[in-house]
Structure formats: C-alpha cells, structure tokens
C-alpha cells in the first residue's frame, strides 16, 4: 500500500527564518512522484513544487525547495525566509503507478508564521 | 477564465434536501476527481473519472452521486445527507487521465464548504 506520514500537526516560525516541514512516505511502486500543496484558510490547494523519484537532484521553486532523501523515504518541505502569507496548511501527497495512479495526501501540517 | 471553478462556495442544506455540486475546469484535463476534507482527516479521494468514465468509487454512500457529461464539467449530487457529512469538498483535475505521468499533480478548486443541519 501507499502511505505518507506527516507528523508535525502544527509548527510555528518567526518571520523571516526557515522551516523545514517533514514528510516520510512508503511505497512499492519503483516510480513515484511526490508533491507540496498548500492549503490557505480559504481551502483552494495550491501547488507547490514536484519531485520525481528518479531525479537526482533535489527540486527547488523560489523559496521552496524539496529536501528528497529516497534511502529514507523521506520528501520534506523547506520554506526559506518565511512570510506572514505563509501562515497556511501544508500537505504532501505521492502519485505512484501500482494504484492507479492516484493523488494521496498526509495529514497536514499547520504552520504559522509569527511577526 | 481558467483553472478549476467551484460552485457554490457555501452551501447548508437540511438531511431532506438535494443539492448539487458543480466543478468545471477550463485546463484541457481529461481526468477529474472529488476529495472529501473533513477537520482533522486527511484528505478522502471519493471518486475518479478518466475520459469521462467512473472508474473509482472509494465505497462512498450512494447518497452522494457524482456525474460527468464531460470532460469539463463534473457534478456531486447530493441527497438524504446526514450531518457527519459537513466537510469541504474538493474537486481537482490532471493531465493525461488518471494514469498520466507521474509529473502531472492535481490542479484543484476552492471547494464547497457544506453544512448539513
């Protein structure tokens, strides 16, 4: 079966630092993709950033990248120079090919950003 | 426009009622599906279309029932709901059906907020 785990319900970061969002993930599939969405309090997902499971280097998108360690089976999130609009939900997800392919999401983790 | 459009964006409705959910993306997708978000829950895939065919149904109630008359559009047809029921409710598209590449990720709405009383 396919799994992510995100086990930080809720974290908080002083405006302007890092953070670092953890997610594991388990899957059998040998070709998967895994995703950042955020999820503002108005409930639209928000793409964040992908990374396949054969890229080698690890994806970046502006002041997110993706710290992808695939021994670990581990995809965390890294926000750089956090900012108020930040303050949102974030989920990561994992498209394999063994279950049809579909989007499946952790649990979520609430960050929110202090001034 | 363009992107994925919910509608309506708010909606309470009495266990009685029938309502309906509208989703249209204007992407060229050709797979559209419907999450459930309950507080506290990960988010629930209920349904699948591909190509305009059903082809995931997570054992959902047969009070909710969804509806695709195309590759644009998709319909959750709600009825006898009960409370447990209020969530939101999420509709997304890809690229290159349910199978598409692994590269594809879900291009998602707004949702519905429901609230059955």
């Known amino acids: 079966a396919q799994k992510i785990t995100q086990t930080q319900p809720g974290m908080f970061v002083q405006e302007k630092e890092a953070v670092t969002l953890d997610c594991t993930y388990d899957?059998?599939?040998?070709?998967?993709?895994l995703f950042w969405y955020k999820q503002p309090s108005s409930g639209e997902m928000i793409f964040l950033i992908y990374?396949?499971?054969?890229?080698?280097q690890n994806a970046t998108e502006g002041r997110y990248s993706l710290n992808f360690q695939k021994a670990r089976k581990s995809a965390n999130l890294v926000i750089s120079a956090s900012q108020l609009g930040d303050s949102a939900m974030y989920f990561c997800a994992m498209r394999g090919r063994l279950y049809t392919g579909k989007l499946i999401f952790g649990q979520g983790t609430t960050l929110q950003v202090k001034p | 426009e363009t992107g994925v459009t919910q509608t309506p964006r708010h909606l309470v409705m009495g266990m009685t009622n029938k309502k309906s959910l509208k989703c249209e993306q204007h992407l060229g997708h050709n797979a559209m599906y419907w999450y459930k978000q309950s507080a506290k829950k990960p988010l629930e895939l209920m349904f699948v279309y591909s190509l305009e065919e059903r082809v995931e149904n997570n054992s959902v109630p047969s009070r909710f029932s969804p509806e695709c008359p195309n590759s644009s559009h998709l319909f959750l047809h709600l009825h006898t709901l009960q409370p447990e029921d209020s969530a939101l409710y999420l509709c997304?598209?890809?690229?290159?059906?349910?199978?598409?590449?692994?590269?594809?990720?879900?291009?998602f709405g707004s949702g519905t907020r429901l609230t059955v009383v």
């Open positions: 997304a598209s890809s690229q290159g059906g349910d199978r598409g590449a692994l590269g594809y990720g879900y291009t």
């Open positions: 899957t059998s599939d040998q070709s998967y993709g």
């Open positions: 990374q396949g499971s054969y890229d080698e």
